[in-house]
C-alpha cells in the first residue's frame, strides 16, 4: 500500500517563474492538504482540499493556489516566485469521513534562485 | 494568530536517559499530536490526544493533553539511538477548522551512544 507520493523531491526555480508541485494521497484518503516548512521550523497550513474544492486555507497570498483531481491527487501553484519561498513542501492525505489523522509525504525541497 | 511555543529548542542526552519536552498555547486546542521527523523525510505520526487530561502510551512514549487545553508534553523513556530526530507538537481546533494543524518550531533531539 503506497503512502503519499510527492513529485518531484527536489526542484531549482528562478524569482519569478512559477511552480506546479503534485501529491497523490494514500490509498484511500480523500483529503488533501498542504504545508510550508521553511528551514528550521515547523510546517505551516498553507491550504486543504476536499472534493475537489479548498475548504480552508492559512495565511498564505493569492499566489499559492491547488486543485485536487477526481482521483483526489492534488497540486500546488506557486506564481511569482519569492526567494523566501524556498522551503520543504509537505502534502498530508486523509479520510475525511472517519477523521483519521493525516499521513504526511517526504515532501517536496524547492529552492529559488 | 495561534502560536505553539515548544521547548526545549534542542537537547543532547546519553543513550539510556529520559526525555521530556512541552509545547504551550496562547489559545485552546481540542486535539493535540506529536510527531517526529527524521532528515529528508516528513513528519510521522507517534501520538495523538483527544481529550483534556488524556494521558496516552506509545511503547517508550508518553504524551499528555493539558486539562487546561493549552498545553501538552512528550516524555521517552529510555532513549535509543533511533530516537534522534526532530519533535513536534501540533494542536487542532476541530470543528470547521478541521484539518488544519498548528505546529510548534520543534526540539531536536540527539542521543549519544
Known amino acids: 500500500d503506497a503512502g503519499v507520493t510527492q513529485s518531484p523531491t527536489h526542484l531549482i526555480k528562478t524569482r519569478g517563474q512559477q511552480v506546479t508541485l503534485r501529491c497523490s494521497p494514500k490509498s484511500g484518503h480523500d483529503t488533501v492538504s498542504w504545508y510550508q516548512q521553511a528551514l528550521g521550523q515547523g510546517p505551516q497550513f498553507i491550504f486543504q482540499y476536499y472534493e475537489e474544492e479548498e475548504r480552508q486555507r492559512g495565511n498564505f497570498p493569492d499566489r499559492f493556489s491547488g486543485h485536487q483531481f477526481p482521483n483526489y491527487s492534488s497540486e500546488l501553484n506557486v506564481n511569482a516566485l519569492l526567494l523566501g519561498d524556498s522551503a520543504l513542501y509537505l502534502c498530508a492525505s486523509s479520510l475525511r469521513q472517519i477523521y483519521t489523522e493525516a499521513f504526511f509525504g517526504q515532501g517536496t525541497r524547492l529552492t529559488v534562485v | 494568530g495561534q502560536q505553539l511555543n515548544q521547548s526545549p529548542q534542542s537537547m543532547f542526552i546519553q543513550e539510556g536517559e529520559d526525555v521530556s519536552m512541552n509545547c504551550t498555547s496562547s489559545?485552546?486546542?481540542?486535539?493535540w499530536l506529536w510527531y517526529k521527523q527524521d532528515p529528508g523525510e516528513g513528519p510521522v505520526l507517534l501520538i495523538a490526544l483527544y481529550k483534556a487530561g488524556e494521558l496516552t502510551s506509545n511503547g517508550r512514549l508518553t504524551a499528555q493533553f493539558g486539562i487546561t487545553r493549552k498545553d501538552s508534553f512528550l516524555n521517552i523513556s529510555a532513549s535509543i539511538p533511533s530516537d534522534v530526530g526532530i519533535y513536534f507538537c501540533?494542536?487542532?481546533?476541530?470543528?470547521?477548522?478541521?484539518?488544519?494543524?498548528?505546529f510548534g518550531q520543534g526540539t531536536i533531539l540527539t542521543v549519544h551512544p
Open positions: 489559545s485552546i486546542f481540542n486535539t
Open positions: 501540533a494542536g487542532r481546533t476541530g470543528g470547521t477548522s478541521y484539518g488544519k494543524l498548528t
